[in-house]
């Protein structure tokens, strides 16, 4: 079998100007100079070798309908055979229906073909996505101010100078580092310094880096609040990090609890996650008193800190114990996940160590950093994150309001702040709850699979970890519709 990849060809010139392409040359170079891997069978089959090829890669869906293919000279000339040889495969493939051919269109794969079958899930089944999602964990993806961000990455572009197309500062860009040092000092109370921060590819590639660097001082355990993400948990162990599940109550995750075992602990004490709550100020100081008495390193997920309403925002853990708290922010919850940036502000002790195991090259996009940047140092970060909470204000409001008509046994918590709320439930309705939901086209999540508890016959209860953020604004009548349907049906939510 023979392996080409069919190349731009060489361009016709004026016999006057032997540099530069007439008109026609260069559309044909337009038109022509397309790149096409064909591996067409060898020997006195060729012309049949080459139809088959062509067939099979418009059959499988490799060439599209409307793509144009190169011309028999073309062609011809990049797979070393006969132009005749391709130019009867193509005419064997217009008759069969498989491509078109037009005076002044060229040769193309035709429109109205069967469609390519799609791939399936394990099951067998077509994967589909929900008609409504209130699932939490993501922003409003809609809401993504593309206009803004657009403007930003144009200035930025620019503005950039050479040396950011190279591989970079593994820490990331210094532009980056600079403006959130400054964000972080004034929105969130963050003693941050730009040589100290470390640019990362989302929140979990941060954990992960973190992990690794724990494992390489000979750690081997960690605690973790009962309540989190099972990604995170996972991210852990697969550094090589055993994890000890700290306790919850009305107070948060109860800090007190630590002792000398782990090397460190990953909390959420500004709005824990999922429950929602403060950490308690006692355990706060406590925390930090464990750090700086056992030589400990706390690690704090500040994931939606800008998202602020009913009470004084809270600041940072870092801003207390800057040399004993690893602080990490992303841009998932105030922009968009997809952005995969995130950041962590490092104690002097540790910024050397963590730098070293992301590596010797930044693997993060320079320009969306540049962006980013420019976003923030413009104005423009500030601007969206507070219409952003107004919107999702709006929506929280909404929210209670319904479920205050529609389902006043239902208990609501964790309202002061972020893009989800907690749903109390009555025993035993939770799976009945997420069923009769889906059923209706309603995307739901419930607590236990948020839930590590030291004791593990203590189960969680039952809850919806309902994300309020997550829809875009022309769904979120119709999601809080459903939802409010289902949790006033009796046959739906009567306790076991």
Known sequence: MENVWATRPDRPTRPDRPDRPTRAG?????????????????????????????????????????????????????????????????????????????????????????????????????????????????????????????????????????????????????????????????????????????????????????????????????????????????????????????????????????????????????????????????RRAAVVDWARRTGGLVLEDDYDGEFRYDRRPVGALQGLAPDEVVYLGTASKSLAPGLRLAWMVLPPAVAGEATAVKGGVDTCGALDQLTLAEFIASGGYDRHVRAARSRYRRRRDALVRALAECAPAIRVAGIAAGLHVVLRLPPGTQSRVIRAAAARGLALDGLTPRHRHPDAATAPPDALVLGYGTPPDHAWSGALDILCAVLSDPAVTDGA
């Open 26 to 282: 260069r559309a044909g170079q337009a038109a022509l100079g397309i790149d096409l891997h064909l591996e067409p069978a060898a020997g006195p089959g060729l012309r049949r070798g080459l139809t088959d090829a062509l067939r099979e890669a418009v059959r499988s869906g490799r060439l599209l309908p409307g793509t144009r293919l190169p011309s028999s000279r073309s062609l011809a000339a990049d797979l070393a055979i006969a132009r005749n040889t391709v130019a009867d495969a193509y005419a064997d493939l217009v008759a069969e229906g498989w491509l078109t051919a037009r005076q002044g269109s060229g040769t193309r794969v035709a429109t109205g073909l069967p469609p390519v079958r799609q791939a399936q899930t394990p099951e067998g089944r077509t994967a589909h996505r929900p008609a409504y999602d209130l699932r939490a964990g993501s922003p409003d993806l809609s809401a993504f101010p593309r206009t803004e961000w657009l403007k930003a990455a144009r200035r930025a572009l620019a503005a950039a100078p050479n040396e950011a197309f190279g591989y970079g500062d593994p820490r990331g860009r210094a532009e980056l580092r600079t403006a959130l040092a400054a964000y972080l000092a004034r929105a969130r109370g963050v003693r941050a310094d730009p040589e100290r921060i470390v640019i990362c590819a989302g929140f979990a590639h941060g954990l992960s880096l973190l992990g690794r660097m724990l494992r390489a001082r000979g750690a081997d355990t960690i605690a973790v609040e009962s309540y989190g993400l099972d990604e995170h948990w996972r991210s852990l162990t697969t550094a090589g990090l055993r994890q000890v599940p700290l306790p919850f109550d009305e107070l948060g995750t109860d800090t007190t609890e630590l002792g000398r075992a782990p090397a460190a602990v990953l909390l959420t004490p500004s709005h824990q996650f999922p429950m929602g709550v403060p950490l308690h100020h006692d």
